[in-house]
């Protein structure tokens, strides 16, 4: 498992733009949306949460489609199938990797990107406490979509078909989280249901994701 | 530890292709699989690796017992050779790559990463990931694609001591390995029409 | 006997022939009738002015629209337990009408909130959750589209049904928690009286009737068709085994 983990962490290193682009991605939409907004601070304080926590979902959903389909081509995904390693865990550690590459840098770097959009200073913390406990969410929803869809040849549209839905609970929660934070409201509940779907998903899904692989590799 | 394969039958995409396959696999004893292409050799081994479902009949293995080798050697292009090997023997729950590496012939090049390696490098590569596996019953996909007569020899020898070692090995192959083995032709068990008595496939169950 | 033996495709194939002219009757007569009746022979009401009869379709095809999706769970869950061909081809003859309802009630309320809230469009909790539930469906639609061999489609859509109903159902509160919303709460409950007065409420029980039995037939018929092409390839295969 460990060694799973080591692997794919180096493979994102060594491949380039690993960690790098879903940032870019992510640095992008904070630059685009007051230029097509306008300047206005008000506006742009008002809108941030929402432009912070779509933009991170978007990045995340760039990265997914090679979770699985890298090794379903080399025929990596057919021996790890076979391997001791029970197929359940082999989809949350590439999720745990997929998310120490896309989803933590994007936690690290939103505080920067709230900075340009004029996100209120109450939101800092809670833009931070979200997207930390949301982005595992969304790598590991994702990595049930990546699953659905990895042995189709042009998987990764589905595949944003997909899973784009299965977000809108984690979208809504987290950003109604840095809303309710930046306006000095109290953030219980959203914050507690942001908690319980992260938790939910990282708990079930993986075994829905194995079912489809092992459904795909038939 | 013995393979043991009772009438089985095996469809691809929901087709019965080989129906009625029986065979006994001694520790030991190396099988080798011939029959024309798309006879269903490929689809016979992901059955018996447990990658898919067998239509019918049974697969006795003990458990873990099997390794699998398919026409992918599932090698990173960015991991260096030793780093290739030593995932997966992590992974299989094994300790050093040392061994694999010499008796493949890839010591000189275990730090260069695999994108720079040759397609028979590669093969060899891919083929000491069953040595790394532990694993006693070897079920081996064409293995010897790509390599030259030299790299052949080299993994018949291979073979060879892993049979001496009281492990089996089962290829679909065309090559002779230089290694005894006996040979089972699956072209007398193609799966017929089901107009002809053969059986029908869980596609078209109550279809009829 | 079982229930299940109406789950062997041929048994299928004979009962829905046989069911299948007298419930697309059923409908014919329960829509006409009920449309009728709730079109042209009910007051206007006094605040809402003739508008409000829109309900006739908009009601029926909205509580169709969810029912579809919970008949396609069940179904997807009996062939990943019981391996029942019809039950996995029914789910997949089930979503592009379940799709048409619900766009049906998208557009009925555009059509409704126009007068009544002076916008085709507001970013309601009902609406919203509606336009969710139909991008569930585009992607359930989407992925038998794309998946070949048909039984892998069957699983891959069975276990997305799955996942997606219980994100369906969050998205459902958490649009909730997010808008609290201008539409009216159920104008349908137990005790009618509370909510909509006897004019209106048998012509719309009709009506309900009529859409369920239009759905009814509607998913007897694509199942068949399905069933006949699945037939048609598995002869396909034969002819290139012999």
């Known amino acids: 498992m460990i060694a799973l983990l080591i692997r794919d962490l180096r493979l994102a290193i060594r491949a ?188 079930l899904l993986p075994f829905a994701s194995a079912a489809a692989i092992r459904v795909n590799l038939r | ?150 790299s052949v020899a080299l993994f018949g020898a291979v073979v060879g001591r892993h049979l001496a070692q009281g492990g089996a090995a089962l290829i679909a192959t065309h090559i002779d390995l230089g290694i005894a083995a006996e040979v089972l032709d699956l072209a007398p068990f193609k799966a017929r029409a089901p107009g002809l008595g053969g059986r029908i496939g869980a596609f078209d169950e109550a279809f009829g | 006997m079982s229930i299940w033996e109406y789950a062997n495709p041929k048994r299928f194939m004979q009962t829905s022939g046989i069911l299948l002219p007298w419930v697309t009757g059923a409908a014919l007569v329960c829509l006409v009738a009920g449309l009728t009746w709730g079109f042209f022979f009910t007051p206007d009401a006094d605040k809402f002015g003739s508008t409000v009869k829109i309900i006739y379709l908009h009601v029926p095809a909205a509580m169709m629209a969810i029912s579809a999706w919970m008949m396609m769970l069940v179904t997807s869950l009996i062939w990943l337990v019981r391996r029942h061909h019809v039950s996995a081809l029914s789910a997949k003859a089930a979503a592009p009408i379940g799709l048409t309802f619900t766009l049906i009630g998208l557009v009925t309320g555009a059509i409704w909130g126009q007068p009544m809230w002076g916008t085709w469009w507001a970013w309601d909790p009902r609406l919203t959750s509606f336009l969710i539930l139909s991008l569930f469906y585009l992607g359930y639609i989407a992925l038998w589209q794309a998946v070949e061999d048909p039984d892998t489609a069957a699983d891959l859509t069975s276990v997305l049904c799955i996942v997606g109903s219980v994100f369906a159902f969050l998205s459902r509160y958490a649009v909730l928690f997010w808008n609290q919303g201008l539409h009216q709460g159920a104008s349908l409950s137990m005790d009618a009286q509370e909510n909509v007065s006897d004019v209106y409420w048998f012509p719309l029980l009709i009506c309900i009737a009529g859409f369920v039995l239009l759905f009814v037939t509607l998913v007897l018929l694509r199942t068949r068709t399905e069933i006949r092409a699945r037939r048609l390839s598995a002869l396909l295969a034969r002819e290139r085994l012999a």
Not at chain 1, 45 to 58: C, F, H, R
Not at chain 2, 32 to 55: D, E, H, S
């Open chain 1, 16 to 203: 380039g733009g690993g960690f790098g682009l879903g940032l870019a991605f992510f640095l992008l939409v904070a630059v685009i949306v007051p230029l097509g907004v306008g300047p206005e601070q008000a506006v742009l304080a008002k809108i941030a949460p929402g432009i912070l926590w779509v933009g991170a979902l978007l990045a995340c959903l760039l990265s997914l489609d090679r979770i699985f389909a890298l090794d379903f081509e080399d025929g990596s995904l057919d021996l790890l199938a076979t391997s001791p390693m029970p197929l359940e865990g082999v989809v949350a550690v590439k999720s745990l990797a997929h998310w120490l590459v896309t989803g933590l840098p994007l936690v690290l770097a939103a505080p920067v990107l709230g900075v340009l959009l004029n996100l209120p200073v109450a939101g800092y913390g809670w833009l931070l406490v979200s997207l930390a406990l949301g982005t595992p969410a969304l790598s590991v929803i994702g990595s049930f979509g990546a699953a659905l869809t990895v042995g189709l040849k042009r998987g990764g549209l589905l595949m944003s078909l997909l899973v784009l839905p299965l977000y809108i609970p984690t979208l809504i929660f987290g950003a109604e989280v840095v809303k309710r934070g930046a306006q000095g409201l109290a953030v219980g509940t959203p914050l507690a249901l942001l908690a319980g779907i992260t938790a939910g998903a990282v708990a």
């Open chain 2, 1 to 150: 530890m013995e393979l043991r394969v009772t009438d089985l039958a095996v469809a691809r995409a929901g087709v019965p292709v080989l129906e009625g396959v029986s065979f006994r696999l001694l520790p030991g004893r190396a099988l080798v699989l011939r029959g024309p292409n798309g006879i269903g050799k490929t689809t016979l081994l992901r059955t018996l690796a447990g990658l898919q479902p067998a239509l019918s009949g049974r697969v006795e293995a003990g458990e873990d017992a099997i390794a699998y080798a398919a026409h992918a050697d599932g090698v990173k292009a960015t991991l260096t050779v030793a780093e290739n090997l030593g995932f997966w023997a992590r992974a299989f729950g094994t300790r050093g790559v040392g061994a694999a590496l010499a008796a493949m012939n890839l010591e000189a090049l275990a730090d260069r990463r695999a994108a720079n390696l040759s397609a028979g490098q590669r093969r060899r590569l891919g083929l000491a990931r069953l040595l790394v596996t532990g694993r006693p019953i070897w079920v081996m996909d064409e293995p010897t694609i790509s390599l030259d007569a030299a």
